[in-house]
């Protein structure tokens, strides 16, 4: 999804902050910033920066000009109980995706056990009977729920099951949850082509993303387009089969009749694949068809011609599920929901539309 990114000294310093914490070597009141660094051989700097990482989290209250940072976690109680934490992958193949292998450590490290189900969303047709069946036979105190559907997130809330959505459909459902702003971005990239005279545009993405109505992304999209005089339909968000398979026909029938002239495709495998394909069918990047993927990847910094991405730092992500958990572990009910924010890399796979 987004690009691994080595952690900054203030970010460094701030983990270590928040374990003190934790472990009660600062309570109440954390020690003014000279003391820290002299304590922790870091420079006055770098804890500033830190403190404020953990004054936005929460964690820290100023208490005025001159006065120590009060310890929120003091009055919220110190005890995080270790908690198993089941993870509802959308597909196995997420497993090995930076933002769950990293949640993953930091639970771990936390003391938590983390718990990945053998099946994920997509493997279990997004049906909710299958994904409740899976659930009660699953032994685990919260969940996490990645690009989870509007009707699978509301049943965990019906069952009064502890749930955090990471991205998917979580608006106007009563859980706790965070993800990128994409929305804006879409409406970026959108413009963006129009302006270059694009007006057959495809926007290739998840079933959850569409069913069943048109997401807060997907709706965007539509609306720019409509904005600009541009009729659209399920030409424009097709239907299609969430397969190898069913991605190759969907791109078989899209060239066969009307090809777009651009596509915006939602994962980066589909991205490559798209790419592949093309090619394939001597096709050019960005001559014939402009690409837009709106995720990132590592693969992506070795790309000719530079692809055209959103990117979106996972940290602060993973900061939110942990306290979420922390919390939940706490006795506190933590329904917030939260975004992080995004931005549209351009790149050299967007062009002018063709003659």
Same mark, same amino acid.
């Given at each position: ?25 600062? !309570?109440?009141?954390? /020690? ?7 304590? !922790? ?29 009060? +310890? ?5 109680? #110190?005890?995080? =109980?270790?908690?198993?934490? %089941?993870?509802? #992958? ?12 990293? !949640? ?5 490290? %936390? ?13 279990? *047709? ?9 659930? =009660? ?23 009064? +099951? ?17 993800? /990128?702003?994409? /929305? ?11 302006? #270059? @005279?694009?007006?057959?545009?495809? &926007?290739?993405?998840?079933?959850? !993303?569409? +069913? ?33 398979? @069913?991605?190759?026909? #969907? ?12 596509? +915006? ?25 402009? &690409? ?55 790149? *050299?796979?967007? *062009? /002018?539309?063709?003659?």
């Amino acid at each position: 999804m987004s690009r691994i990114q080595t952690s900054t000294i203030p970010e460094q310093t701030a983990v270590h902050l928040r374990e003190g914490i934790a472990s009660g070597r600062w !309570l109440d009141e954390m /020690p003014g910033r000279d003391h820290l660094a002299k304590e !922790l051989g870091v420079s006055p700097r770098s804890i500033q920066k830190a403190l404020d990482i953990l004054k936005r989290e929460g964690l820290l209250v100023p208490q005025g000009q001159g006065r120590s940072n009060r +310890i929120q976690a003091s009055r919220e109680g #110190l005890e995080v =109980k270790p908690m198993r934490v %089941a993870v509802l #992958l959308f597909k196995q193949m997420d497993r090995n995706d930076p933002i769950v292998i990293e !949640l993953r450590h930091q639970l771990n490290d %936390a003391g938590h056990f983390t718990i990945f189900p053998n099946e994920g969303v997509q493997d279990l *047709g997004m049906d909710v009977k299958r994904v409740e069946r899976l659930v =009660k036979k699953t032994k685990a105190d919260v969940w996490v729920v990645p690009g989870g559907s509007r009707k699978i997130l509301q049943w965990f809330v019906e069952q009064n +099951i502890r749930a955090f959505a990471l991205a998917g459909r979580r608006f106007n459902v009563q859980i706790a949850g965070t993800g /990128p702003n994409k /929305p804006p971005l879409y409406a970026e990239v959108t413009r963006k082509l129009i302006e #270059l @005279g694009h007006k057959r545009i495809v &926007m290739v993405c998840s079933r959850i !993303l569409r +069913i069943p109505e048109p997401s807060m992304t997907a709706r965007v999209f539509i609306d720019t387009m409509e904005a600009h005089g541009i009729r659209t339909g399920l030409y424009n968000l097709p239907e299609w089969e969430e397969s190898e398979e @069913g991605f190759h026909e #969907l791109l078989d029938s899209l060239f066969q009749t009307t090809p777009p002239t651009a596509l +915006i495709l939602d994962e980066p495998f589909q991205f490559h694949a798209a790419y592949h394909y093309l090619s394939h069918h001597q096709l050019r990047v960005p001559e014939d068809v402009s &690409m837009v993927c709106t995720d990132a990847d590592l693969g992506f910094n070795w790309c000719r011609p530079s692809v055209a991405h959103f990117y979106w730092d996972y940290q602060p992500v993973v900061r939110r599920i942990m306290r979420w958990v922390n919390n939940v572990a706490r006795g506190i009910d933590d329904q917030r929901k939260s975004f992080t924010k995004a931005e549209f890399i351009d790149g *050299g796979t967007i *062009g /002018p539309a063709p003659d």
